[in-house]
């Protein structure tokens, strides 16, 4: 087993974009201040000084050039990574995203393929406000031809973001900005992490929590509070939206009857409504109580904090409610 | 309006408690001043009410659950539909079917386990069934078959006891007897018995030999009244009364006299052991002469049995201890054996009776005599 | 005027002339499903443009594709089948009239969203600029598309990184329904490529000659290392936007007559005989060559079985 290090998301994320631009000549690297500034939160620190110009560009806010210009190179050859920054900034970029990357394996029958990544950074980070805080990554779930990755760990974001650039077809690389300064622990050596695998972070019997990014780390702190009342909580990670590991989610609800579902996006038509309707179709004679979700409010993002954090699910938010699933 | 409920500060050392039984369930409609739970504390318990009329729109902890005072454990709202709240779970709106709600998995774990669902009290939202609702009647379901045999094996003893105290006259006779000798023959029988039979020799072993015997010297005694006439008994056969998990027992010995007492004790141990596993059978509790009942395990010092027609009679074994006892005028401390003898008057009288139990203690003070 | 190459231009554009009208006749008999957009009368430009291009070079397309994509080459009866929706066709039938692929000569699709295909062309040069391999990618759009997001981030980029692309605006006057100028201020094309700091030149669109030629130029201007060029080709489509689209509800029959008398066909093969270039025989010769390809082409999709259902969850994911 390699060891692991402490190392911060944001260092093991660019240690898989640079092994794998180390790996393959034809992977370039291309946004907005991601060049010598290293990027907005570091998140391609280091890239320019190794790589050059040549396949670390600073763009200018074109967003929606940014993300075509990647369309063509894939198309063409190579193996583009579009860092959009922030996800809300990514609505300019859309339709070459979903018209354009999403179809073209499809429609060409094979011919052409798109390897794409799309980087960015989603959710609050105490306060950024209605324009920098959206969690939407469901509506490129709902679009066929796009995967859809959240890593939540230094380990996930490294291993994923290497399978990423592996993949022959675009994928949507939603990390989030609270998670790029936290340390935590990576394994040294090469290593990737497949698409479609759940990780069950913390193993329980009494009710299984589905969480995505930064809410897994809320699910496993209301885990550790819960345990001390006597309720056991598993709590899985599903890591990548597209393709989602529907096994484990069904095996975990099997064993334990009863599902919260914790979303930093808003539950009305939000991936939490499909994890729903999967376990509610699929594991209907498993389930002792109905099951719950927790997402934000259905408002737009406030700037302000008080309202920001009523919007938003907290830890107290969900131990209660697991409280409450368990006594229903 | 929506109430918060909280875990309340009663006193002010109290700094968590918990609820020890909720008195509404989410859903219930409450009035203002309604007991809705009794709070648990090291304390004390004590009925808190309901801040205000409405409904119980939630139900946030389970019983026995310790929180911190001031922990929100439930809500009471004016209507059905919640206040938002921070992150509040997304509302659906329930669908309310008639009859019991039952969770889809407490569908399926009654299935498996064969239990009816009706009857089974939900402790879930809404008084939902629940897999731990299912599994609780299962574990506590009564044993059918046995209690049906119970009930029925009840009413046979109590048919025959009321049959016996209606229709047989009986009277009973009384000695008490020195048990020194039986006791010390007894033990030294012990090992002999227990490495030819595998079983332990008990005093009971000993009464049922010395019934045999009494019996071959007085025949009278095996007999029994049927309806008009003494009808004389081949063979001889004793009953002895013995308590299986679930009632009582007379499993039967046939041809007692016959049998050594090492072979009587291995029979009546397997007896014994069938009994108790409730693996007897009916022909081997039938055709008694007469019955041994011996209380002496439990403490009982004498008393008097019930006559289990058409036998006989009926000998009741009581305690051997030491009591007062007079040999040769003096006054001493022996252990002694108490026997009451209840006799089917129309099969024999008070003298038939009397000879019978003479010959049995003869048998019990002189243990020799059972080789005879 | 060199014979070979009034040679070629005019096969190609009589190809795209007689495919077109084919595919026409074709799709009135009702048997074609979906809707298309002829590229009758604008045949100059692919034709011009696409002569300078060899099958590792890139070019992205519109929604009325048809002649950049043979021109281009895209094989004839793959690309007839495809549009008529038959498995036989090069994208399986599943893309249709505006999405028809063909990596293996550079074709990176006709398009159905207006614009998308130019920052496209600018990541196909981009690719071929990080190999090094001296490749180029034209990316063909019309006075639509100009006033797209797409146009001028596309494009900027392109010139701010001096990517080998060049961006061919087929200027017919009409958006859909809707005349450029009252849409737009600066009717002039072309000096929007000053905007980002590139050359913008306007041409006449019929003229394959002047095409070839302002194209060659741009085109070896890329490969050069020199970065885009903005070729803005005034052309005009004598029918309607989409098949269907008399084309007459929105312009004057006298407007659409003048224009046909510059078709594009009609003035080089008049060109061509009069400077002594080609023969009438030698071009009805040609014309005849291509009515056989595009009888043929017909003949193949049409003989062509239908899509097994079965097929339809193919490809989503690489």
């Known amino acids: ?328 | ?372 | 005027m060199p014979v070979d190459l009034v040679s070629a231009l005019y096969r190609s554009m009589q190809r795209m002339r007689q495919f077109e009208l084919k595919i026409q006749h074709t799709y009135r008999s009702g048997v074609m499903p979906g809707f298309i957009h002829l590229y009758v009368g604008e045949e100059a430009v692919a034709a011009g443009v696409c002569a300078h291009l060899s099958k590792d070079d890139y070019v992205t397309s519109t929604h009325r594709g048809h002649g950049h994509a043979l021109a281009k080459g895209v094989p004839v009866n793959e690309a007839f089948a495809e549009i008529w929706g038959k498995p036989s066709g090069i994208n399986g039938g599943r893309g249709g009239s505006m999405h028809i692929y063909d990596p293996a000569c550079g074709f990176l699709g006709t398009n159905g969203i207006v614009a998308a295909g130019i920052p496209i062309a600018t990541g196909a040069a981009m690719a071929t600029a990080l190999r090094g391999d001296g490749h180029v990618a034209v990316s063909f759009f019309g006075d639509g598309a100009v006033n797209n997001c797409a146009f001028h981030e596309g494009i900027n980029l392109a010139a701010a990184l001096l990517l080998p692309v060049v961006f061919v605006c087929e200027n017919n006057l009409y958006a859909t329904e809707t005349p450029f100028h009252r849409v737009t201020k600066n009717t002039n094309v072309s000096t929007r490529g000053a905007a980002y700091g590139i050359p913008g030149i306007r041409i006449d669109g019929n003229d394959v000659l002047e095409v070839h030629r302002v194209a060659g130029e741009a085109i070896a201007r890329a490969r050069a290392g020199e970065g885009p060029t903005l070729i803005e080709c005034e052309t005009y489509r004598p029918l309607g936007h989409f098949e269907g689209d008399p084309g007459t509800g929105y312009r004057s029959k006298d407007e659409i007559a003048e224009w046909k008398l510059r078709d594009p066909i009609d003035r080089l093969a008049k060109n061509a005989v009069q400077s002594g270039a080609m023969k009438e025989a030698e071009l009805l010769k040609i014309e005849r060559e291509v009515e056989l390809e595009i009888e043929a082409a017909y003949e193949f999709a049409k003989a062509s079985p239908e899509a097994d259902p079965a097929t339809v969850t193919h490809f989503v994911y690489a």
């Open chain 1, 1 to 328: 087993m390699p060891e692991d290090r402490s190392i911060q998301y944001v260092e093991a994320s660019v240690e898989g974009l640079q092994e794998e631009m180390r790996l393959n000549s034809s992977v370039f690297y291309i946004g907005q201040g991601i060049g010598a500034r290293g990027g907005n939160f570091k998140q391609s620190k280091g890239l320019w000084e190794e790589f050059g110009d040549k396949r670390v560009r600073d763009m200018p806010i074109s967003e929606l050039g940014q993300v075509g210009m990647g369309v063509g190179a894939a198309m063409a050859g190579a193996r583009p990574v579009v860092d959009i920054v922030f996800l809300d900034m990514i609505m300019e970029a859309m339709g070459q995203i979903v018209e354009q990357a999403a179809t073209i394996h499809y429609t060409s029958n094979g011919k052409i393929k798109v390897p794409l990544v799309v980087r960015a950074a989603m959710g609050s980070a105490r306060c950024t406000g209605p324009h920098h805080s959206r969690c939407f990554y469901s509506w490129f779930a709902h679009i066929p031809g796009l995967k859809v990755v959240l890593p939540s760990s230094a380990t996930d974001v490294k291993g994923l973001m290497k399978t990423a650039i592996r993949d022959d077809g675009p994928v949507i690389f939603i990390e989030h900005k609270f998670f790029y300064n936290k340390k935590g622990p990576v394994p040294t050596g090469e290593f990737t992490i497949p698409f479609g695998q759940a990780n069950v972070c913390r193993k329980g019997k009494d009710v299984t929590i589905l969480a995505m990014s930064l809410m897994v780390w809320h699910a496993m702190d209301a885990a550790a509070q819960l345990e001390k009342e006597g309720i056991s909580v598993e709590v899985i990670d599903p890591r990548t939206i597209v393709p989602f590991d529907e096994q484990t989610l069904l095996e975990s609800v099997h064993k334990t009857g009863r599902l919260l579902i914790v979303d930093e996006a808003q539950s009305f038509c939000g991936f939490s409504a499909e994890a729903a309707a999967m376990v509610a179709s699929k594991a209907f004679d498993s389930l002792d109580a109905p099951v719950s979700r927790l997402g934000a409010l259905h408002t737009p993002h406030p700037f302000n904090p008080v309202l920001e954090a009523a919007m938003l699910p907290s830890v107290d938010a969900i131990v209660t409610e697991v409280r409450r699933l368990v006594a229903s």
């Open chain 2, 1 to 372: 309006m929506t109430h918060e409920i909280v875990m309340p500060q009663l006193g002010i050392t109290m700094t968590e408690g918990s609820v020890l039984r909720w008195l509404k369930a989410a859903g219930d409609s409450i009035e203002k001043g309604e007991p809705l739970f009794i709070v648990q504390t090291d304390k004390v318990d004590m009925e808190v009410e309901s801040p205000g009329k409405g409904f119980v729109t939630d139900v946030l902890i389970q019983e026995e659950v310790v929180v911190p005072v001031g922990t929100v454990i439930a809500h009471v709202g004016d209507s059905m539909a919640k206040a938002a709240v921070a992150a509040a779970p997304v509302e659906s709106v329930r669908v309310r079917r008639n009859g019991p709600l039952v969770s889809p998995r407490a569908r399926r774990v009654a299935s498996e386990l064969g239990v009816d669902l009706a009857g089974i009290p939900g402790s879930g939202e809404f008084g939902r069934i629940r897999e731990c609702d299912v599994r609780a009647m299962f574990n506590n379901r009564p044993q059918k078959s046995e209690d049906r045999s119970a009930t029925s094996a009840r009413k046979r003893i109590a048919e025959k006891m009321e049959e016996s105290a209606g229709t047989v006259p009986q009277f009973s006779l009384r000695r008490e007897l020195d048990a020194g000798p039986l006791s010390a023959v007894r033990d030294q029988l012990l090992a002999v018995v227990e490495s030819r039979e595998g079983v332990r020799l008990s005093f009971t072993d000993f009464l049922l030999k010395a019934m045999a015997v009494a019996l071959k010297e007085v025949p009278g005694m095996n007999a029994s009244w049927q309806k008009d006439h003494i009808e004389p008994r081949t063979g001889i056969n004793l009953g002895f009364a013995l308590q299986s998990p679930t009632r009582l027992l007379v499993p039967v010995i046939t041809g007692a006299d016959q049998l050594p007492i090492s072979r009587l004790a291995r029979r009546r141990s397997e007896l014994s052991a069938k009994a108790k596993e409730g693996k007897l059978d009916p022909r081997e509790m039938q055709d008694g002469s007469c019955t041994l009942s011996n209380l002496g395990a439990f403490g009982v010092d004498e008393f008097q049995a019930i006559v289990n027609p058409p036998e006989s009679c009926i000998l009741a074994a009581g305690r051997i201890g030491p009591r007062p006892f007079v040999i040769d005028g003096q006054l001493v401390v022996r252990p002694t054996l108490r026997l009451t003898l209840t006799v089917d008057h129309r099969v024999a009288d008070g003298v038939l009776g009397a000879k019978f139990l003479d010959a049995i203690a003869k048998a019990i003070e002189q243990p020799l005599l059972l080789l005879a």
